[in-house]
């Protein structure tokens, strides 16, 4: 190992390290963790406080009713204008279910309590520390809003929260509740909810009865305030908190989305917005207007990692009120998992709340991996033989490539021996080592380069992947030998502590595959190459597999699966394709007849040889005053 080779790779260590100091926390940020921490401490106490007080202050309030009826009217119509009636009285419970899902209502408010989805769970680890399955709800968090503001003048509030109000449950059957608030003139403000079978959506109607001359004439729309803490539902909630947030799409544009990495508020206004989605990793909650909400405010807040909630998704969302004697506005509302097909069949754009990736990667994601996959899911039933399937059908595709990259490589291994000797010849004079070099491959029409341009080719496919695996419902608690959800990482052992740069407790052994057969594809693919130009590259292709250790270590099983299967394919391919398909003496042969013909120097050539002359000039040039003042 020569002075420069040693030097680069002391760079590298002391770059890791002072990468791996900048990463630590400080202990400002470490002050300000234990800060939030104690804050959401307190709002939690001061929630249960709240809870209490409401408590207290209504066994109070009741008592007041009892003792001056009159009394506790006038607050309430105080408080709640025409509604006050409604401002008082017991929230009932209501279920509608189908085979797919089971959908709580309450009263209060005339909201969805909660959304059990009966084919999803999640998994939690139990009091004896194993895993287990327990029922997946959506919507369920007490701490949840959807409530409408009604603008009514002269009230201290400037108006009415439905959320306050008791409706009165006027319908219900098997696939239909309907709530209704009545106004003290004989209006009333209702909410009809619908299912059907086979669907995760719901009808979802508003109708709003001789409620014009008590909302302000000024008021041209209502707002309605969505409040949802989302749950962490996956094993890895890294990759969780990383693919959820607030989507909506705006009715003349594509879809957009807040920060999912930050807090982040996006302003929809002057703009008609034809759905909002609040969507996890791989469930979502989607409120869709049949025809369109005037505009949107949109907020995502990111939560401390302990925090018991994924995140905290706001939305305020206006709708059109025209002062009509009888107003009607009708939605979707969608609350199930993130299937591509079933979103698509609204045909709005829904499905792109999936996190295939936008751009070409997006593109490739929905309409030439995932059909693919979905075909090879047709008549395999198990995921990781599919994810083998896939891996042979995406190489047999790149094979071509594959062919011209390891074509160039052998080209190269045939001018190795008089690289070689040519290395030794000016093994004094690097800088006329390195324009020989040049010289050389310009004769025999070698590029250098070629080997690696089959493989940037290539990376739009790798990238796709990337972002395919832990985007499908499909992967999600799908098991393969070890890994039991190959949309997580696979845990093959756990340690008893945590490793570094967020590499979890555990280790992944589709990952350490990955790296071991990297590291004999590697030795096998470039063993006869020269690679004296360069001394560091031949050393920083081997460490490089095991840096990216940490960065697979908690990604998705089914990506590293993929990895390990390309390995092993890609080192058949190279065996067959230099052993059995390639001809060297034919490569001989072309580099003979190559050398033979007359030579035109491009521009780029005669660029490179000019500033290899150069800098030997300077190189020359250098040497003659030091030996210059040695004299002296």
């Known amino acids: 190992m020569d002075r420069n080779t040693i030097i680069g790779l002391t760079l590298i260590f002391i770059l890791l390290l002072v990468w791996q100091q900048m990463m630590q926390p400080?202990?400002?940020e470490i002050q300000e963790q234990q800060r939030r921490q104690d804050s959401i401490e307190t709002v939690q106490q001061l929630q249960e406080n709240l809870q209490k007080a409401e408590k207290d202050t209504a066994a109070q309030l009741e008592v007041v009713e009892t003792k001056d009826d009159s009394l506790a009217l006038l607050r309430r119509q105080s408080a709640f204008g025409p509604f006050s009636g409604a401002a008082s009285g017991e929230a009932q419970e209501v279920a509608l279910e189908n085979e797919l899902f089971k959908v709580s209502f309450t009263s209060q408010g005339?909201?969805?309590k909660e959304v059990l989805l009966k084919k999803h769970y999640k998994v939690v680890e139990g009091e004896d520390g194993k895993e287990k399955k327990v029922p997946l709800s959506l919507l369920e968090d007490e701490k949840n809003k959807f409530e409408y503001f009604f603008p009514i003048a002269n009230l201290p509030t400037g108006g009415v929260n439905t959320g306050s109000l008791y409706f009165d449950v006027v319908k219900a059957d098997d696939t239909s509740v309907t709530f209704r608030a009545t106004a003290d003139n004989g209006g009333y403000f209702e909410q009809e909810y619908r299912i059907a079978d086979g669907t995760y959506n719901i009808d979802y109607d508003l109708r709003f009865e001789n409620l014009n001359t008590l909302i302000r004439q000024d008021a041209d729309e209502l707002?309605?305030?969505?409040?949802?803490y989302l749950s962490k539902l996956e094993k890895n909630t890294l990759y969780e908190r990383r693919y959820s947030t607030v989507y909506f799409k705006p009715v003349e544009e594509d879809p957009d989305y807040c920060s999912c990495t930050s807090d982040d508020v996006e302003e929809v206004q002057n703009q008609r917005v034809k759905w909002v989605s609040n969507a996890n990793q791989f469930f979502n909650s989607s409120l869709i207007a049949e025809q369109a909400f005037n505009s949107a405010v949109l907020e995502t807040k990111m939560l401390p990692e302990e925090a018991k909630d994924l995140k905290l998704l706001v939305s305020e969302i206006s709708l059109p009120y025209n002062h009509n004697q009888s107003e009607s506005f009708s939605m979707d509302f969608f609350v199930g998992p993130n299937e591509f097909e079933r979103l698509a069949s609204y045909d709005n754009s829904l499905q792109d709340i999936i996190p295939f990736g936008w751009s070409i990667f997006g593109t490739i994601n929905r309409w030439v991996i995932r059909p693919l996959f979905n075909f090879l899911s047709t008549f395999i039933g198990s995921k990781g033989i599919v994810i083998l399937f896939?891996?042979?059908?995406?190489k047999l595709l790149l094979y071509p490539l594959t062919y011209r990259m390891l074509y160039s490589q052998s080209k190269m291994g045939a001018l190795k021996p008089r690289l070689e000797g040519m290395k030794d010849k000016f093994k004094d004079d690097p800088q006329q080592q390195q324009m020989e070099t040049m010289k050389l491959y310009r004769e025999f029409g070698v590029n250098p380069l070629g080997g690696c341009m089959p493989m940037v080719l290539q990376m739009p496919i790798w990238f796709a992947l990337y972002r395919f695996f832990p985007a499908s419902i499909e992967f999600r608690q799908a098991g393969f030998l070890w890994a039991d959800d190959l949309s997580s990482y696979d845990v093959f052992f756990n340690l008893p502590f945590e490793l570094p740069f967020n590499m979890g407790a555990h280790i992944s052994l589709f990952t350490l595959l990955w790296a071991v057969t990297t590291l004999i594809y590697t030795y096998y693919n470039t063993r006869h190459m020269d690679m004296s130009a360069n001394p560091a590259m031949k050393y920083m292709q081997y460490i490089m597999p095991i840096m990216?250790?940490?960065?697979?270590?908690?990604?998705?099983?089914?990506?590293?699966c993929y990895?390990?299967?390309?390995n092993l394919f890609n080192i058949a391919q190279t065996i067959v394709t230099k052993n059995y398909i390639i001809d060297n003496e034919k490569i001989e042969r072309e580099l003979e007849e190559y050398r033979k013909k007359p030579k035109k120097k491009g521009g780029f050539q005669q660029r490179l040889e000019a500033a290899l002359k150069e800098q030997q000039r300077i190189q020359e040039q250098k040497e003659t005053q030091q030996r210059k003042k040695r004299k002296r």
């Open 563 to 566: 990895l390990l299967f390309s």
């Open 223 to 228: 707002k309605l305030n969505w409040v949802n």
């Open 390 to 394: 896939l891996t042979l059908i995406v």
């Open 26 to 28: 400080t202990e400002e």
């Open 548 to 560: 990216f250790l940490g960065f697979f270590n908690t990604f998705a099983s089914g990506l590293t």
């Open 110 to 112: 005339g909201r969805i």
